[in-house]
């Protein structure tokens, strides 16, 4: 969708009951999230300012209900999505490089061309989308590039796995180009 069209529905109230499915029914909450959204529209336009055409996305945050940090060791985990979240607002291109923008973080690039481990790039968010693009590379599937602007309130060290929210969130990008590109082919 392009960033204006986006940004006239959010202020319309068009995206309201997916807010109110996503951060609950009051009417302050929605009314937070929209500025939140709209928010992230405009710093990702102020980034990327050549980029019009838009998908946003959202990854939850969690808490572990029993296992906690089991997972580590092959072990189970109950989990639940809580309604803390990081929202990002991405541009597909095939420019063979993520450019992502964290609220309050430097910018990560992340060259498509060059998935290997970077010794730089340990406990960097570079790190996590470097990892995340080479097991879908070992998976078959080819990574496009794309530029976004996220913001997560989903605070870091909360334990509400800020860093998973954060791959989760990076898969679900990839996930969504790959699947919009095969149904676009299929089309044809």
């Known amino acids: 969708m392009i960033y204006h069209k986006f940004l006239g529905l959010l202020n319309e109230g068009c995206f ?22 709209a928010y992230a529209l405009e710093r990702f336009h102020e980034y990327f300012p050549n980029r019009e055409e838009i998908s946003v996305f959202s990854a939850p945050g ?13 072990g189970c985990v109950l989990a639940a999505a809580v309604d803390l979240d990081i929202i990002a607002v991405v541009s597909f291109h095939n420019e063979g490089v993520i450019r992502l923008q964290s609220e ?31 097991k879908f590379h070992d998976m078959g599937v080819e990574v ?22 954060f791959e989760v969130l990076i898969g679900t990008i990839i996930l969504w180009r790959t699947i919009s590109l095969i149904v676009r082919t299929c089309l044809l």
């Open 16 to 37: 309201d009951k997916v807010m109110k499915a996503l951060y609950g029914s009051s009417a302050e909450t929605t009314s937070r999230q929209k500025k939140r959204y």
């Open 62 to 74: 969690r808490t572990e209900i029993g296992g906690n940090h089991t997972d580590h060791q092959h």
């Open 104 to 134: 309050g973080y430097p910018q990560d690039y992340v060259e498509l061309s060059d998935i290997s481990m970077q010794e730089n790039e340990k406990g960097k968010s570079a790190a996590l989308i470097r990892g995340i693009v080479s």
């Open 144 to 165: 496009s590039g794309f530029d976004a602007y996220t913001i997560s309130n989903v605070l870091s060290g909360s334990g509400l796995s800020s860093s998973a929210a």
